[in-house]
């Protein structure tokens, strides 16, 4: 007896009259006849609460996560299909991969059956689906002859001479030496075989690492000679930084001598336009091993961005190791059929997921220091909670009814602000992950929360009449069992919700400052002026023009807008391009070339720290996929974080980049 599946998923966008519709055909492959059975999938895409299943029951839907069931009385014989068809998506699908890309059969005794899923078929396109990072090929004649990315302040170099096979480092001073240790670790890791860093012994070239006062926190000047370079700094980041780019000025030269050239002479004077250069990466809806974060913060100090925002918990999971509640890591940390939070974009019916242990978070946070990198720890609240709330279920109002549901589909998901016992628990969890990460932020998070929220609850209610009057409170109560979030994340400045958010912000936003730590939040946490400006950030996700406005008024903003910073967004329009497009898309060049300080008043500029890539993994499952989104964006954003607009080149840049590594070597086909 052989039991086995297979599906073909397909979209067919509206049009003539017809509704979308998002078809799933089950073969049975096996040799029995099959009944009383269930098909359960996902992908980024969700069915609407609203839809209707053609040809089938729908049984469940939490966010992505779909269960359905043929008609009463179906049997599935060998050989032969069942098809459904949902008519009501949360969002219409624009790309390959937003479809389902796991599913499962269970039978009538309970039995899993997984399946094996190909990428969604749409209609009309027939184009080989696009994976890996596009090549940008090295040409023979660059605008320019040293390869450094990003480009430099001032480059003043002369002569030209065969690349050294390697660099023998002679560090000056305790800093030196950790600057160093750090670079030889580095090129070691990112280029194993190339011995970057070698002794005199074996032909590495002098270079003197050495201690000058007077530069600022970030800057460093390397100065050539035919038989030696010195890297001079103030700190230890900066000498760190001028070796990165001495050893970008080695690779290229070794690799393409008939295009890039290393120096005899002359100098290179370099510091960067901003102080805050990030990298966002969501653990949360995929899991990313410690040697996966350790290598990706390893090409972020290649690319001298300064910051690793890690982004530990989410509706779909919680990551981190807390000693107070056990709970969260041994519930929230993983999804599987049957269990507390079930299979989730992606994730099959087998237990699947992870979390960091306080050890492993020891570790990033210290690789990353020697890198120059801060990691600022992020854990969102009071949306985006319900991986934990599942796994701790008494930090709700006992008394709230109703259901609302946020943008991704997740109900009741929300820290509650009126329920004193929360409090207590955000007290602990913001002491042990301020333990854990000392650069002092913590990061909060604030976004996304669904307008209906809480609106069953009568502690909130009553909260709400208190700091709004009654007339508040009964909008709000308006607001029950209302689903929201038809198009796009609710709008919620100025509403009930917006209030009583607040407050939990404002009172978490104290507790971090007692502890001497800044706080961390998304443009949200702007709402009600709850934090205080000058010791807190925030980070401006929807468009440019809200980047401008709250910089106005005075918070300091890093500017990661989602139509350019976003590298979940497909890099073009077409269905054979991978990943979201609620933002739109944005190329290479378009990332490039967007230009973060346009807008801003000379008052808005004097706030704006600085720039971030946001890496969110819905769409990451395939690690091709990831290579194809972040790389060589990530590049671009890094460049405009670092050099000055003046200075910034597309087709010079163009040029460089293909000397720059990536993650998982999943390279585009010619």
Same mark, same amino acid.
């Given at each position: 007896?052989?039991?086995?599946?297979?599906?073909? =998923?397909?979209?067919?966008?509206?049009?003539?009259?017809?509704? $979308?519709?998002?078809?799933?055909?089950?073969?049975?492959?096996?040799?029995?006849?099959?009944?009383?059975?269930? $098909?359960?999938?996902?992908?980024?895409?969700?069915?609407?609460?609203?839809?209707?299943? !053609?040809?089938?029951?729908?049984?469940?839907?939490?966010?992505?996560?779909?269960?359905?069931?043929?008609?009463?009385?179906?049997?599935?014989?060998?050989?032969?299909?069942?098809?459904?068809?949902?008519?009501?998506?949360?969002?219409?699908?624009?790309?390959?991969?937003?479809?389902?890309?796991?599913?499962?059969?269970?039978?009538?005794?309970?039995?899993?059956?997984? $399946?094996?899923?190909?990428?969604?078929?749409?209609?009309?396109?027939?184009?080989?689906?696009?994976?890996?990072?596009?090549?940008?090929?090295?040409?023979?004649?660059?605008?320019?002859?040293?390869? &450094?990315?990003?480009?430099?302040?001032?480059?003043? =170099?002369?002569?030209?001479?065969?690349?050294?096979?390697?660099?023998?480092?002679?560090?000056?001073?305790?800093?030196?030496?950790?600057?160093?240790?750090? *670079?030889?670790?580095?090129?070691?890791?990112?280029?194993?075989?190339?011995?970057?860093?070698?002794?005199?012994?074996?032909?590495?070239?002098?270079?003197?690492?050495?201690?000058?006062?007077?530069?600022?926190?970030?800057?460093?000047?390397?100065?050539?000679?035919?038989?030696?370079?010195?890297?001079?700094?103030?700190?230890?980041?900066?000498?760190?930084?001028?070796?990165?780019?001495?050893?970008?000025?080695?690779?290229?030269?070794?690799?393409?001598?008939?295009?890039?050239?290393?120096?005899?002479?002359?100098? &290179?004077?370099?510091?960067?336009?901003?102080?805050?250069?990030?990298?966002? $990466?969501?653990?949360?809806?995929? *899991?990313?091993?410690?040697?996966?974060?350790?290598?990706?913060?390893?090409?972020?100090?290649?690319?001298?961005?300064?910051?690793?925002?890690?982004?530990?918990?989410?509706?779909?999971?919680?990551?981190? !190791?807390?000693?107070?509640?056990?709970?969260?890591?041994? &519930?929230?940390?993983?999804?599987?059929?049957?269990?507390?939070?079930?299979?989730?974009?992606?994730?099959?019916?087998?237990?699947?997921?992870?979390?960091?242990?306080?050890?492993?978070?020891?570790?990033?946070?210290?690789?990353?220091?020697s890198l120059a990198i801060t990691v600022i720890p992020e854990i969102d609240m009071p949306g985006h909670f319900y991986a934990a709330l599942q796994a701790l279920p008494h930090l709700r109002d006992p008394a709230e009814t109703g259901e609302y549901q946020s943008v991704q589909g997740f109900p009741n998901n929300s820290l509650n602000p009126a329920y004193e016992p929360v409090y207590e628990f955000v007290q602990n969890i913001v002491?042990?992950?301020?333990?854990? *990460?000392?650069?002092?932020?913590?990061?909060?998070?604030?976004?996304?929360?669904?307008?209906?929220?809480?609106?069953?609850?009568?502690?909130?209610?009553?909260?709400i009449e208190k700091l709004g009057g009654p007339e508040m409170r009964r909008k709000h109560e308006a607001q029950f069992n209302q689903l929201g979030n038809h198009h796009g994340a609710d709008e919620i400045e100025g509403s009930p919700t917006a209030l009583i958010q607040a407050a939990f912000i404002r009172r978490v936003h104290d507790y971090i400052a007692s502890?001497?730590?800044?706080?961390?939040?998304?443009?949200?946490?702007?709402?009600?002026?709850?934090?205080?400006?000058?010791?807190?950030?925030?980070?401006?996700?929807?468009?440019?023009? &809200?980047?401008?406005?709250?910089?106005?008024?005075?918070?300091?903003?890093?500017?990661?807008?989602?139509?350019?910073?976003?590298?979940?967004?497909?890099?073009?329009?077409?269905?054979?391009?991978?990943?979201?497009?609620?933002?739109?898309?944005?190329?290479?060049?378009?990332?490039?070339?967007?230009?973060?300080? !346009?807008?801003?008043?000379?008052?808005?500029?004097?706030?704006?720290?600085?720039?971030?890539?946001?890496?969110?993994?819905?769409?990451?499952?395939?690690?091709?996929? *990831?290579?194809?989104?972040?790389?060589?964006?990530?590049?671009?954003?890094?460049?405009?974080?670092?050099?000055?607009?003046?200075?910034?080149?597309?087709?010079?840049?163009?040029?460089?980049?293909?000397?720059?590594?990536?993650?998982?070597?999943?390279?585009?086909?010619?």
């Amino acid at each position: 007896m052989t039991i086995a599946f297979s599906l073909v =998923t397909t979209w067919t966008p509206a049009a003539d009259g017809e509704p $979308l519709g998002y078809g799933l055909e089950l073969t049975n492959e096996g040799d029995e006849a099959v009944s009383n059975f269930q $098909l359960s999938f996902s992908g980024p895409a969700r069915i609407d609460p609203t839809a209707t299943l !053609e040809n089938g029951n729908l049984l469940k839907r939490l966010s992505n996560h779909t269960v359905i069931a043929p008609p009463d009385g179906f049997v599935l014989e060998p050989g032969s299909k069942w098809t459904a068809v949902a008519r009501g998506l949360s969002y219409g699908l624009r790309h390959w991969s937003d479809g389902a890309n796991a599913a499962y059969v269970v039978l009538a005794d309970g039995t899993l059956v997984h $399946l094996a899923t190909t990428p969604t078929q749409a209609k009309g396109h027939n184009s080989p689906l696009l994976k890996g990072a596009a090549k940008f090929p090295v040409p023979a004649k660059a605008p320019v002859s040293l390869s &450094i990315i990003p480009w430099p302040r001032s480059v003043a =170099t002369t002569g030209a001479r065969t690349a050294p096979p390697g660099l023998d480092l002679r560090p000056q001073g305790t800093d030196a030496g950790k600057a160093a240790a750090a *670079f030889a670790g580095l090129v070691d890791d990112l280029f194993p075989v190339e011995g970057l860093v070698r002794p005199a012994s074996e032909a590495g070239m002098p270079v003197s690492i050495v201690s000058t006062e007077g530069m600022s926190p970030e800057a460093y000047e390397i100065a050539f000679t035919s038989e030696n370079a010195t890297v001079s700094a103030t700190t230890r980041q900066g000498m760190f930084y001028g070796l990165v780019t001495l050893g970008q000025i080695l690779r290229g030269a070794k690799q393409y001598p008939q295009t890039f050239l290393f120096p005899t002479g002359g100098t &290179i004077t370099d510091a960067p336009g901003f102080g805050y250069r990030g990298c966002h $990466l969501d653990v949360a809806r995929q *899991f990313y091993s410690t040697a996966e974060v350790s290598r990706l913060i390893k090409l972020v100090a290649w690319n001298k961005l300064n910051k690793f925002h890690w982004h530990l918990s989410e509706d779909e999971a919680w990551r981190l !190791e807390i000693d107070a509640y056990p709970e969260l890591t041994e &519930i929230a940390a993983w999804r599987g059929h049957g269990k507390a939070l079930p299979p989730l974009l992606g994730s099959g019916p087998h237990p699947t997921g992870g979390y960091y242990s306080k050890n492993a978070a020891r570790q990033i946070v210290a690789l990353a220091d020697s890198l120059a990198i801060t990691v600022i720890p992020e854990i969102d609240m009071p949306g985006h909670f319900y991986a934990a709330l599942q796994a701790l279920p008494h930090l709700r109002d006992p008394a709230e009814t109703g259901e609302y549901q946020s943008v991704q589909g997740f109900p009741n998901n929300s820290l509650n602000p009126a329920y004193e016992p929360v409090y207590e628990f955000v007290q602990n969890i913001v002491d042990e992950v301020l333990e854990l *990460f000392p650069a002092g932020i913590f990061h909060l998070g604030a976004d996304e929360v669904p307008l209906a929220a809480w609106s069953g609850s009568p502690l909130a209610l009553d909260m709400i009449e208190k700091l709004g009057g009654p007339e508040m409170r009964r909008k709000h109560e308006a607001q029950f069992n209302q689903l929201g979030n038809h198009h796009g994340a609710d709008e919620i400045e100025g509403s009930p919700t917006a209030l009583i958010q607040a407050a939990f912000i404002r009172r978490v936003h104290d507790y971090i400052a007692s502890k001497g730590a800044i706080t961390g939040g998304w443009e949200e946490a702007a709402h009600g002026d709850a934090v205080d400006k000058d010791k807190s950030f925030v980070i401006g996700w929807r468009n440019v023009e &809200i980047n401008a406005a709250l910089a106005e008024r005075g918070f300091n903003i890093v500017v990661s807008p989602g139509q350019r910073y976003y590298l979940d967004m497909a890099n073009g329009v077409a269905w054979a391009e991978p990943g979201a497009g609620w933002a739109g898309w944005s190329g290479p060049q378009e990332t490039y070339e967007f230009e973060s300080r !346009e807008g801003m008043s000379e008052k808005g500029l004097t706030h704006l720290l600085g720039i971030q890539a946001c890496i969110w993994s819905e769409s990451m499952t395939n690690r091709a996929i *990831f290579d194809r989104l972040v790389f060589p964006r990530l590049s671009a954003i890094a460049e405009s974080g670092w050099t000055t607009p003046e200075r910034k080149s597309w087709d010079r840049f163009k040029a460089l980049v293909g000397t720059m590594p990536i993650m998982y070597g999943h390279w585009a086909e010619d």
